[in-house]
T-cell receptor, first 113, second 111 residues
Framework: EAQVTQNPRYLITVTGKKLTVTCSQN?????MSWYRQDPGLGLRQIYY???????DKGDVPEGYKVSRKEKRNFPLILESPSPNQTSLYFC????????????FGSGTQLSVL | QKEVEQDPGPLSVPEGAIVSLNCTYS??????FMWYRQYSRKGPELLMY????GNKEDGRFTAQVDKSSKYISLFIRDSQPSDSATYLC???????????FGDGTTLTVKP
């Protein structure tokens, strides 16, 4: 089954404790991206990657890091999480032929205390 | 001002009603227009996709794009309780790998 898999689904952590949210896709897609979803602000792009070792900032990259060492994986790293990063996070992937057709994971609800 | 503005809702309709969901945008360079459906506690899923202006129909769903007015719509005919979800409009440039989303409209279809 074609899918984007994120882990964990739920995460509660404390300020300053480094964490990683994993994302993996099995569709051989070139594009991968991370979004956060907040009430009243919609979905905003954090980072995106057009292929292995190629990443670029989205609209709200501050406080986040990403890496793309393998085509299928695109982890999101919060080196020092803060309460304003409490949000619902989505990983998405799309193909080179149709980069605008996004396939989303099920989401990670992060709470930073 | 946001690049993409979506009618905020929430919207509640009886089963069988025709639903109209709307977005406006400010950047005339957008070329691709999408509608995503998001059920509670799930990721968005692509529902409709249109390139440039015009209409596209898929079953009970019709997407309209009017680039001259910078206005897009999604119509749902014979709405069903299973259509209850949040609907997100999204737009992108050519080959950008990035979409700009509206805030979403939550629809409830009552039996």
């Amino acid at each position: 089954e074609a899918q984007v898999t994120q882990n964990p689904r739920y995460l509660i952590t404390v300020t300053g404790k480094k964490l990683t949210v994993t994302c993996s896709q099995n569709m051989n897609h070139e594009y991968m991206s991370w979004y956060r979803q907040d009430p009243g602000l919609g979905l905003r792009q954090i980072y995106y990657s057009m292929n292995v070792e190629v990443t670029d900032k989205g609209d709200v990259p501050e406080g986040y890091k990403v890496s793309r060492k393998e085509k299928r994986n695109f982890p999101l790293i919060l080196e020092s999480p803060s309460p304003n990063q409490t949000s619902l996070y989505f990983c998405a992937s799309s193909s080179l032929d149709s980069p605008e057709k996004l396939f989303f994971g099920s989401g990670t609800q992060l709470s930073v205390l | 001002q946001k690049e993409v503005e979506q009618d905020p809702g929430p919207l509640s309709v009886p089963e069988g009603a025709i639903v109209s969901l709307n977005c406006t945008y400010s950047n005339s360079a957008f070329q691709y227009f999408m509608w995503y459906r998001q059920y509670s506690r799930k990721g968005p899923e692509l529902l409709m996709y249109t390139y440039s202006s015009g209409n596209k129909e898929d079953g009970r769903f019709t997407a309209q794009v009017d680039k001259s007015s910078k206005y897009i719509s999604l119509f749902i005919r014979d709405s069903q309780p299973s259509d209850s979800a949040t609907y997100l409009c999204a737009m992108s440039f050519t080959n950008a790998g990035k979409s700009t989303f509206g805030d979403g409209t939550t629809l409830t279809v009552k039996p």
